[in-house]
């Protein structure tokens, strides 16, 4: 059974940091993309960004040079370090899977979902 969990959510202040971690199980990692989304309250799930297994990323222009994504093949973890934080990247955080190389941007091109993590940014 795929599992995918998330942890590193939280308060911070605008302008902080925080690293979002997403460990899996019951996959082969390697052979998946992984992404992260974010839901805001009212708002529809959002791409935030992707990793293939060889280390390739994309990113939503909303926080391109802010955000970044990487992963540990051997610990099959995934990471997402956000930096300069803004009070409306406030937002439920999710992991996802997508199975083979293609970094989709789409919810329902991925497979597998972790249950989310919370992120709170105070102005």
């Known amino acids: 059974q795929v599992q995918l969990v998330e942890s590193g959510g939280g308060l911070v202040q605008a302008g902080g940091s925080l690293r979002l971690s997403c460990a899996a199980f019951?996959?082969?990692?390697?052979?998946?993309?992984m992404g992260w989304f974010r839901q805001a309250p009212g708002k529809e799930r959002e791409f935030v960004g992707a990793?293939?297994?060889?280390?390739?990323?994309n990113y939503a222009d909303s926080v391109k040079g802010r955000f970044s994504i990487s992963r540990d093949n051997a610990k099959t973890t995934v990471y997402l370090q956000m930096n300069s934080l803004k009070p409306e990247d406030s937002a439920d955080y999710y992991c996802?899977?997508?199975?083979?190389?293609?970094?989709?941007?789409?919810?329902?091109?991925?497979?597998?979902w972790g249950q989310g993590t919370q992120v709170t940014v105070s102005s």
């Open positions: 996802a899977a997508r199975r083979g190389a293609d970094r989709r941007v789409v919810v329902g091109d991925y497979d597998y």
């Open positions: 019951g996959l082969t990692f390697s052979g998946y993309v």
């Open positions: 990793i293939s297994w060889f280390g390739g990323t």
